[in-house]
Nanobody, 122 residues
């Protein structure tokens, strides 16, 4: 069992930056693929980024590629999402997820956090 708790969301102006964190409980954190997804009101959940267990491979959605960076610290059981050059269309609830496989399909993730709101004003 893995429990995930996101933090770091908030309100930021367009062009600004935020860093999200996802703290995981459980002894097997370093065996999971970790991903970030987001969901805006009235829209489907969208893949944002993922990272393999070792941190050697990363994956990004087309809309965030080049602006967002995912990383993980297995010693701290934490995964991060650095978000730069934020746009109003990045406004959404951001969810952290853990799974044995991935990386882009939400159905491949077994555990989800409660989400953190990110709002980007124009």
């Amino acid at each position: 069992q893995v429990q995930l708790v996101e933090s770091g969301g908030g309100l930021v102006q367009a062009g600004g930056s935020l860093r999200l964190s996802c703290a995981a409980s459980g002894r097997t954190f370093n065996s999971y693929v970790m991903g970030w997804f987001r969901q805006a009101p009235g829209k489907e959940r969208e893949f944002v980024a993922a990272i393999n267990w070792r941190g050697s491979s990363t994956y990004y959605g087309d809309s965030v590629n080049g602006r967002f960076t995912i990383s993980r610290d297995n010693a701290k059981n934490t995964v991060y999402l650095q978000m730069n050059s934020l746009k109003p269309e990045d406004t959404a609830v951001y969810y952290c997820a853990a799974g044995r496989s991935g990386p882009t399909n939400a159905y491949n993730y077994d555990y989800w956090g409660q989400g953190t709101q990110v709002t980007v004003s124009s």
